[in-house]
């Protein structure tokens, strides 16, 4: 797409390669123009900022970490588009995801939430031609019409070369029963054979006469009977041996137990951040404006298409005050801490604190956390589906904001929580609130 006057000018950072070339693309199809394009491990921090540029797109991967660290003064300009993407990711993104992908970019940098495929504006609106009462039988929705009209008056020319009508089909004849052999003279018995009625049946042999039952013998006559004291008697099963008594437990009472103290600060609450796309230049600057030392612990949920996590972690570590670690199941939620929430790691309450744990897809944080002691902030491509959970733990006592429109690139989210009467505000100053609330 050629430069026009409204695109906005791109500086694509990214090693050379199959992803700075893709992402070249993606600008140009956006709708934007690459006025600068050079590897960030080479770059300068005064031909950064003399560029002049409105935006800069940054291809993520190790190796050029460092090099963001010192241009860093550059990309936290306020008045600075920084867009972040995966350089592995951009390397092998094609086909639909691509246009996808770019759909995105271009809303991103031309500041509007239209991200459908072309066509899709301009969809019916099927609810607005419901008619009440039962649809029209097929006789009714074609009456009046001239069949040979509709037709093009085809149906006359073309009578002749149907097939003729064939005649009805003749009703099944069902055929008589077949006459017993000795009712058809064809089919006589020889006089030499007997008929089938006068066959003898085979022998059987004889049954052996039952067997009469067993008669128990006379009892003998009372006057016979006799006690046989000194009769040996015939030993039979031993008694079962009496169970022991039940200890007496009603002078037992309940001792109450202390609390095991294991010398380790407790999280009695935590921070939630909730984002998506475009929420990792958001997630940057809302750790990079927490102050060290900030006491309740930070967990970014924030989803990756290529699950690199742990470049996530690292890539937070460098501009966060408080330490960033990868949460894992089991582990305690400890305080004063920032944690990058995997797939399939939520949190639980656990003892007066939290911990990690391993979580299927229905799991949902927001309801494990304690209102009064936590927050929930919600930054560009959040869930939308979570917010009734978040507005209802806000309900509730919790902190809960989001990441104001200007500068949001998915604000769906955030607008779902300006409409439930929660505040908006870009993400330093969103720190700089929790500071206040919570620190």
């Given at each position: 797409m050629p430069a026009t006057d409204s695109s906005k000018t791109v500086a694509l950072l990214a090693r050379q390669g199959a992803a700075r070339e893709r992402l070249r693309q993606a600008v140009d199809a956006a709708g934007g123009n690459v006025v600068l394009e050079a590897d960030p491990v080479e770059l300068d921090l005064a031909t950064l900022a003399g560029i002049g540029?409105?935006?800069?797109?940054?291809?993520?991967?190790?190796?050029?970490?460092?090099?963001?660290?010192?241009?860093?003064?550059?990309?936290?300009?306020?008045?600075?588009?920084?867009?972040?993407?995966e350089a592995d990711l951009a390397a092998r993104r094609d086909g639909w995801e691509a246009q996808r992908w770019i759909r995105h970019l271009a809303a991103k940098l031309h500041g509007h939430d239209d991200v459908?495929?072309?066509?899709?504006?301009?969809?019916?609106?099927f609810s607005a031609q419901l008619q009440p009462g039962r649809p029209a039988a097929l006789q009714q929705a074609h009456a009046g019409i001239d069949a040979d009209l509709a037709l093009g008056g085809e149906t006359v020319d073309l009578a002749p070369q149907l097939p003729p009508d064939l005649p009805p089909p003749l009703p099944a004849v069902e055929a008589p029963p077949a006459p017993a052999p000795w009712e058809d003279g064809s089919a006589a018995l020889a006089w030499d054979e007997p008929a089938p009625w006068e066959r003898a049946a085979p022998a059987l042999e004889p049954e052996a006469p039952a067997a009469a039952p067993a008669?128990?013998?006379?009892?003998?006559?009372?006057?016979?009977?006799?006690?046989?004291?000194?009769?040996?008697?015939?030993?039979?099963?031993?008694?079962?041996?009496?169970?022991?008594?039940?200890?007496?437990?009603?002078?037992?009472?309940?001792?109450?137990?202390?609390?095991?103290?294991?010398?380790?600060?407790?999280?009695?609450?935590?921070?939630?951040?909730?984002?998506?796309?475009?929420?990792?230049?958001?997630?940057?600057?809302?750790?990079?404006?927490?102050?060290?030392?900030?006491p309740q612990p930070v967990l970014v949920q924030l989803r990756l298409d290529g699950g690199r996590y742990d470049n996530l972690v690292k890539q937070m570590a460098r501009v966060s005050p408080v330490p960033v670690a990868l949460a894992m199941p089991g582990d305690a939620v400890a305080p004063g801490s920032a944690y990058v929430l995997p797939d399939g790691v939520g949190v639980e309450p656990a003892g007066n604190g939290l911990r990690f744990i391993d979580a299927g897809p229905g799991h949902e944080p927001v309801e494990a956390?304690?209102?009064?002691?936590?927050?929930?902030?919600?930054?560009?491509?959040a869930e939308p589906a979570r917010m009734d959970a978040v507005l209802a733990l806000a309900a509730r006592g919790a902190y809960v904001a989001g990441q104001a429109l200007d500068?949001?690139?998915?604000?769906?989210?955030?607008?779902?929580?300006?409409?439930?009467?929660?505040?908006?505000?870009?993400?330093?100053?969103?720190?700089?609130?929790?500071?206040?609330?919570?620190?």
């Amino acid at each position: 797409m050629p430069a026009t006057d409204s695109s906005k000018t791109v500086a694509l950072l990214a090693r050379q390669g199959a992803a700075r070339e893709r992402l070249r693309q993606a600008v140009d199809a956006a709708g934007g123009n690459v006025v600068l394009e050079a590897d960030p491990v080479e770059l300068d921090l005064a031909t950064l900022a003399g560029i002049g540029a409105q935006a800069v797109l940054v291809a993520l991967e190790p190796a050029v970490e460092d090099a963001l660290v010192a241009l860093e003064p550059v990309l936290e300009s306020p008045d600075l588009l920084v867009i972040f993407d995966e350089a592995d990711l951009a390397a092998r993104r094609d086909g639909w995801e691509a246009q996808r992908w770019i759909r995105h970019l271009a809303a991103k940098l031309h500041g509007h939430d239209d991200v459908l495929p072309p066509g899709r504006e301009h969809d019916i609106d099927f609810s607005a031609q419901l008619q009440p009462g039962r649809p029209a039988a097929l006789q009714q929705a074609h009456a009046g019409i001239d069949a040979d009209l509709a037709l093009g008056g085809e149906t006359v020319d073309l009578a002749p070369q149907l097939p003729p009508d064939l005649p009805p089909p003749l009703p099944a004849v069902e055929a008589p029963p077949a006459p017993a052999p000795w009712e058809d003279g064809s089919a006589a018995l020889a006089w030499d054979e007997p008929a089938p009625w006068e066959r003898a049946a085979p022998a059987l042999e004889p049954e052996a006469p039952a067997a009469a039952p067993a008669v128990p013998p006379p009892l003998p006559e009372p006057s016979a009977w006799t006690l046989a004291d000194d009769a040996p008697a015939t030993p039979g099963p031993a008694p079962a041996a009496a169970p022991p008594p039940l200890p007496d437990f009603s002078n037992l009472s309940l001792v109450e137990l202390e609390p095991v103290d294991t010398g380790a600060p407790v999280a009695k609450g935590a921070v939630l951040v909730l984002a998506g796309i475009g929420g990792p230049d958001a997630v940057r600057k809302l750790l990079g404006a927490l102050p060290a030392g900030f006491p309740q612990p930070v967990l970014v949920q924030l989803r990756l298409d290529g699950g690199r996590y742990d470049n996530l972690v690292k890539q937070m570590a460098r501009v966060s005050p408080v330490p960033v670690a990868l949460a894992m199941p089991g582990d305690a939620v400890a305080p004063g801490s920032a944690y990058v929430l995997p797939d399939g790691v939520g949190v639980e309450p656990a003892g007066n604190g939290l911990r990690f744990i391993d979580a299927g897809p229905g799991h949902e944080p927001v309801e494990a956390l304690p209102p009064t002691e936590s927050a929930v902030l919600v930054l560009s491509g959040a869930e939308p589906a979570r917010m009734d959970a978040v507005l209802a733990l806000a309900a509730r006592g919790a902190y809960v904001a989001g990441q104001a429109l200007d500068g949001c690139y998915d604000p769906t989210a955030a607008r779902m929580l300006e409409a439930g009467g929660a505040p908006l505000a870009a993400p330093a100053m969103l720190a700089n609130q929790l500071v206040a609330r919570l620190g």
